[in-house]
């Protein structure tokens, strides 16, 4: 596998992990909205405002994976085989 490869991996395996924030935040005003929990350091909307960004931000490292890892490495450092030009049959 090459860099970019890997690289466009890791990027969808850190989405993945803020889209289960996400939904551990959601879950969180769920049950203090509900009355289920309670939390003094913080509104009930400010779990609503951190749910939307992780979910929002693992969706866009997810979907634009290859596009994030494309822009970071350059056509200089990727595979060689992906520039290889076939001669003529």
Avoid at 42 to 58: C, K, P, R
Wanted: charged content about 15%.
């Amino acid at each position: 596998m090459s860099p970019l490869v890997i690289f466009a991996l890791v990027l969808r395996c850190i989405g993945v992990w803020q889209l289960v924030e996400g939904i551990g935040m959601a879950v969180t005003w769920f049950d203090i909205h509900e009355g289920y929990a309670s939390n003094a350091g913080y509104l009930a909307m400010a779990y609503v405002n951190q749910s939307v960004v992780h979910l929002l931000m693992g969706l866009v490292l997810i979907l634009g994976a290859p596009v994030i890892a494309r822009w970071c490495y350059p056509s200089c450092v990727r595979d060689k085989r992906e520039m290889e030009i076939p001669q003529g049959e």
